[in-house]
């Protein structure tokens, strides 16, 4: 089975202008969550959904930054306008949804450089 | 809100000899799910162990066991034989039944040959 997929995997931007990432979760997970790593404050989750409703986004920085799950085989993570303070891994992580014991599974991340 | 305190931000064990990555957190809950990571240098985070905290026996794979300790609220990961390819970042993490996955900051393991 595929895994969760992530893309881009890497991308350089320009101050100002929009990045969008996107995530396409293992089939059948219906808990979705994003995650941003940084060296100095780890990995803080951002937010996350539970079939496609958005449960928690307390960890979303700021209006900048806006999140959707359209369906269950997609969601985007936007940030517009885009600051050199972003620049960080973008994990986005999948699991079976009713029970918190379910594994998290993670795509492979999504490094943007915002110069 | 819960926290996951890894106190060792670096380790360093000889091929074939067996380490152990500390990890405490604080929590108010009694059920809850205890999960190790291993980041290596491609940057995907991989599961290596999970623990239920409703059960009391120690979960184990393979060469990855852990020593949870409920009432301590500690969860290290022993590496028994390492090998060169253990050498990542290794992430506990705590996850609440609100379904929250929290990490602590993370121990750089290096295996030297």
């Known amino acids: 089975d595929a895994g969760v997929i992530q893309s881009p995997r890497h991308e350089v931007t320009e101050m100002g202008q929009e990045v969008t990432l996107r995530c396409k979760p293992i089939?059948?997970?219906?808990?979705l969550f994003w995650y941003r790593q940084t060296m100095m404050r780890g990995l803080e989750l951002l937010i996350y959904?539970?079939?496609?409703?958005?449960?928690?986004d307390s960890g979303m920085p700021e209006d900048r930054f806006s999140a959707k799950m359209p369906n269950a085989s997609f969601s985007t993570l936007k940030i517009q306008p885009s600051e050199p303070r972003d620049s960080a891994v973008y994990f986005c992580?999948?699991?079976?949804?009713?029970?918190?014991?379910?594994?998290?599974?993670f795509g492979e991340g999504s490094w943007l450089t915002v110069v | 809100a819960q926290t996951v305190t890894q106190s060792q931000p670096e380790m360093s064990v000889q091929e074939a000899e067996t380490v152990t990555l500390s990890c405490t957190y604080d929590t108010s809950e009694s059920d809850y799910y205890l999960f190790w990571y291993k980041q290596p240098p491609s940057r995907q985070m991989i599961l290596v162990i999970r623990?239920?905290?409703?059960?009391?026996q120690n979960a184990t794979e393979n060469r990855f066991s852990v020593n949870f300790q409920k009432a301590a609220k500690s969860f290290s990961l022993k590496i028994s034989d390492s090998q060169l390819g253990d050498a990542a970042m290794y992430f506990c993490?705590?996850?609440?039944?609100?379904?929250?996955?929290?990490f602590g900051q993370g121990t750089r393991l290096t295996i030297n040959p």
């Open positions: 089939s059948g997970h219906n808990s």
């Open positions: 959904f539970n079939n496609n409703v958005p449960i928690d």
């Open positions: 992580g999948t699991a079976p949804g009713g029970t918190a014991g379910n594994t998290i599974y």
């Open positions: 623990q239920e905290a409703y059960k009391q």
């Open positions: 993490a705590y996850r609440s039944l609100t379904q929250k996955l929290v």
